[in-house]
């Protein structure tokens, strides 16, 4: 409840709206990420409706100030070295009805790749767990949830899906965003 109040003030005074079908589980895309704010309005955006994501970040990081702050905000260490360890002990924690997210930055980092990362991919596959989209509009200030949809198989159609929606939704800097493709669509 204090996170929900929370979210909700903070969205308020700086004025974001929230929208979109709040989903109950799955692994979660990360708005495009083009900025540190990506990250904390989506965060926000949990919090308002009383999901915990979490977020599947590199155990490097888990150092000092960033470290604590990581934690409280729902970050796991993950072990590069054996991941599916990781995601296995957490599907295993969230087993019950709460509303419950994997979070995952597709791309990883700021910086303009060619391909995105395809670890939300794999896992939704692997796990059964459908992908949530989240994303930002920065003009018109909103942070929402957009579709969630069980993967097919096919890499391409189901990108196709991503790209469809993230057509308009750039984060903050358009400029640095780096449209969805695997390297798996060949």
């Known amino acids: 409840m204090l996170r929900r109040n929370l979210a ?13 079908e709040v989903p109950t589980r799955g692994v979660l895309v990360g708005a495009p990420h083009t900025s540190n704010w990506d990250w904390v309005l989506t965060l926000l955006l949990a919090w308002r409706y009383d999901i915990t994501i979490k977020l599947l970040v590199k155990r490097e990081l888990f150092v000092g100030p960033l470290g604590w702050l990581l ?16 995601i296995k002990q957490l599907l295993e924690e969230a087993e019950g ?17 060619e391909y995105w990362k395809s670890g939300f991919y794999r896992i939704s596959r692997q796990t059964g767990l459908p992908i949530t989209l989240a994303f930002l509009d920065a003009p018109s200030r909103t942070v929402g949830w957009g579709p969630t949809f069980h993967p097919t198989g096919d890499v391409g159609a189901d990108m196709d899906v991503l790209r469809d929606f993230y057509a308009d939704k750039t984060g903050f800097k358009p400029d640095g965003f780096t449209p969805p493709r695997l390297r798996e669509e060949g």
Request: cysteine-free; hydrophobic content about 40%.
């Open 8 to 20: 909700r003030l903070v969205l308020g005074a700086v004025r974001w709206k929230t929208v979109g």
């Open 71 to 86: 934690r409280r905000t729902g970050a796991v260490e993950l072990d590069r070295k054996n991941p599916a360890a990781t």
């Open 97 to 113: 009805g709460d509303p419950w997210l994997l979070g995952i930055a597709a791309e990883g980092t700021r910086s303009r790749g």
